[in-house]
């Protein structure tokens, strides 16, 4: 087929190598603008313009396709482009950009979004952190036809990925893009040939994956310990989950930890235990035990090290 591709991050990269690779046709990807990174906030193109301009393939970079916004001038210009290319279909995955009426009906056979979840369930920005913290057992991806809603749109095809207990959000990520590389490719296959049956999503088990917010980061230690262990692999990497230790003037960022099946009477926060297994703190239900800390502007550490430099009073 002949296919435009909307996408930005690496989720989204590994399903355009996987549409070239198919031998899918890609005359034309749009891409978000180039963003300032690294120390020295350098602008670094995403993921997915470094692999377009790799493959030979024509980049477009517009701020809005919405023809009467605020960038009218380079939303006319993707107008044109498109209509130039007249493509099939259009792929869109963690594009990052609002896709308008005109666009949704350009495309013979419309526009088709890579979501990482099973719609209905966790729609909107975060599903993937979402549903770790919701403590949900299994997550997948939809191909879904698209409409103007909020990925409210008629599902094509599932594909399901289990979450395990010691699942982040890092691990899911890398898990669903090539779950949902791999669909969207069997996707187009079905539709050049006998075609796929469109199925409305249910009214029933609707929510939504709010975006990640900073404040989000900083660990209530009031919450139950399962809550907090799940928290902390939902936002690994991002935004992450940081506890304040006593002696130390920053927060620190907790990569790893785990909820132990034993009740603590100490108040929520309290220290209960720092050794080489693991720094132990009360919360509002259970032992949170941290099992992998960072210092402030320091590495990554497991438990053992951490606790070398750093040796409070136990409180518990």
Known sequence: M???????????????DALLAAGHEVPLVLTQPDRPAGRGLKLQPSPVKQAALAAGIEVAQPRSLRLDGKYPDEARAAHALLTRIAPDVMVVAAYGLILPRWTLALPRLGCLNIHASLLPRWRGAAPIQRAIEAGDSETGVTIMQMDEGLDTGDMLLERVVPIGADTTAALLHDQLAQAGAEAIVQALEALAGPGLTPRKQPEEGVTY???????????????????LARRIRAFNPVPGATVRLAGLADPVKVWRAQALPRAATQAPGSLLAATAEGVDLATGAGVLRLLELQKAGGKRQPVDVFVRGWQPAQEG
């Open 2 to 16: 002949r296919l435009v591709f909307a996408g930005t991050p690496d989720f989204a990269r590994l399903a355009l």
């Open 209 to 227: 994956a709010a975006k990640l917010e900073k404040s989000e980061a900083a660990l209530d230690l009031t919450l139950p310990a399962e809550v």
